[in-house]
């Protein structure tokens, strides 16, 4: 990381490339990393847009975007997106554009379909060496039509389609792990509350070539239940409770990127949220929370464990 | 034919308000339609939901917009014409407002001699950030106002409606929507029940008239970029954040790298500059700034404290 332009806070972007007045919620930690994701990208990127939340980032006619915007099915962005790379190196061929004049193309998704209707389609950009940049902003459900369950909710939370009664009885899917053993350039796990781990990361990325796979932790006031001033705090939360990790992946080599220590218990962060109220109220519901913790928990030591086998002690 | 709107900012619950009204209607006996109308999910952004109600079998679809009764959960949309709170009022509709200003002063405001009832506002003491859910509140008041449902069906109702948000937010809810209910004391019953639709008489609304916009808004340049910044979210903001120049220690990065929308610049001085064209109030730079340079004033106040000169 010598080489970062990002080496303190103050070095982050104080002008920025997206243009206000979209229609995303006030507080939404999903435009914020989308923001800052394109900060550090630049001007000369287009995204291509599986259908989600961020569909009403780009409403005929009005963009945020200084460049184009391709928006697609919810399954099939990589497809659109392999489209696009397709007709800029046939360009660059032709010499009808210049090595100046390539763009980055950037796929925007959502967990919905990152997790679950897109994810064939993202496993055979990477099987095919798509050269793209893919953003999940995962807010954990589908988050567009009403925070309904989707294969990103995580254990214990309540949903539209899982009353507090029943919550959510599956775990959140493994992405960045079948990402990884899917052998592309490059996965990261960031979120938009720490905004220089994002742009450290985003800008590896873009200096590679190759499937880059980021997924950007989105803590959605109307989904989870809190009031949008906290976005930025439960983002951070999240960190310091260890529930998301922030990490990359290359080369087959695991490098966690902020460590939390010490680690703080996971309920400070499920107590923020009003999907995990009923965990609290009317009564702490021990059997559950102390579940939540021990999956944490059993991250971090297969972690630890795995950097001592490697050191060999 | 009873026919209600519900107006109120996305966050507020109207929608689970139409919800619990249709429910405790149907439950009594009425066949009921409930809907919400908004986009896409938006915290914050003006929408509003409906009920209609009759003994016979509805044949209308679509909005209403000949209401018997309205409900307001935020008084801030009144003004704003965008919202829609007077489309379509009769002059006996009963308007019902959470706010802190009494019902003459709404009929002077509004030029209406309109039965009005107050709805007592919220409290949000401990937190100036809080959206209040208001949704067992307004449903609560409106099954009083209309005066068909009794008060173990609207027990029924809510209790069918919000029991899957927990047994505490279910306790709280109950209690919301039978204090609303019992408030409205003498003017229990008081909506009058519309006409049924009579295709004959119907005029063409006028919501299928547009206006001329100008004409970089009527046909935009599909090419150009940046033309979201045309969208004045602005309008979204029921606070607004504040810089306290003095107390502004010049980080150079905290508020703006915070801000989700991108509308906090920074100038040459290392201030923060603001865009409140745009700012949607989600105050995430208020709780952010380890300064407290910047602090959270109701929009209405500001307007206010501005109009007097201050």
Known sequence: ?313 | MYRIRFHGRGGQGMKTASRILGTALFRGGFQVQDAPRYGAERRGAPMFAFVRAAREPILERGIITNPDLVLVADDSLVGIPAAGVMAGLRTDTVLAIASDTDADTWRHRLHINNPVVILPGIDTDDDDTHIPDTSAQCAGAAAALIGKVSRVVLTEAVTEETSGFGALALEANLETALAAFDAIGLQTGSVVEGAAYDVASSVRPDWVDLSAEASAVAAPNIYAALTSVQVRTGLWRTLRPLLERDKCKRCHWVCGSYCPDGVIAVDDAGYPEIDYEHCKGCMICVAQCPAHALVAVAEEEYRTAKGDGA
């Open chain 1, 1 to 313: 990381m010598n080489d970062t332009t990002f080496n303190r806070a103050r070095d982050l972007p104080t002008a920025h490339l997206l243009g206000a007045g979209t229609a995303m919620c006030a507080g939404c930690g999903g435009l914020g990393a989308v923001r800052e994701v394109y900060d550090v990208l630049g001007e000369d990127t287009v995204f291509v847009n599986a259908a989600g939340c961020m569909t009403m980032l780009s409403v005929y006619p009005f963009t945020p975007f200084r460049g184009s915007w391709l928006y697609t099915a919810m399954a099939s962005a990589p497809a659109g997106a392999q489209g696009v790379r397709d007709a800029l190196d046939i360009r660059l061929a032709k010499g009808e554009i210049s090595k100046d004049e390539d763009l980055q193309v950037v796929v925007l998704t959502g967990d919905g379909s990152a997790y679950g209707m897109g994810l064939s389609a993202t496993s055979a950009a990477i099987d095919r060496g798509l050269d793209f940049i893919y953003l999940c902003y995962d807010n954990e459900g589908y988050g567009n039509t009403g925070q309904q369950t989707s294969a990103g909710s995580p254990h214990g939370a309540r949903t539209a389609t899982d009353p507090a009664s029943s919550a959510v009885a599956g775990y959140k899917k493994d992405l960045f792990s079948i990402w990884a053993a899917n052998k592309p350039t490059y996965v990261a796990t960031v979120v938009a509350s720490e905004p220089l781990d994002l742009a450290r990361k985003i800008e590896e990325a873009r200096a590679l070539e190759g499937p880059r796979m980021i997924i950007a932790l989105a803590p959605c006031p109307t989904g989870w239940g809190f009031e949008p001033s906290q976005s930025a705090e439960i983002g951070r939360l999240a960190v310091k409770t260890g529930i998301w990790p922030l990490k990359k992946w290359q080369n087959g080599k695991l490098v966690h990127t902020r460590v939390p220590h010490p680690r703080l218990p996971v309920e400070d962060y499920l107590k923020t949220q009003r999907r995990f109220a009923h965990l609290f109220e009317p009564r702490r519901d021990e059997v559950q929370l102390a579940e939540i913790q021990a999956s944490v928990d059993d991250y971090w030591r297969e972690i630890e464990e795995a950097k001592s086998s490697s050191r060999g002690d």
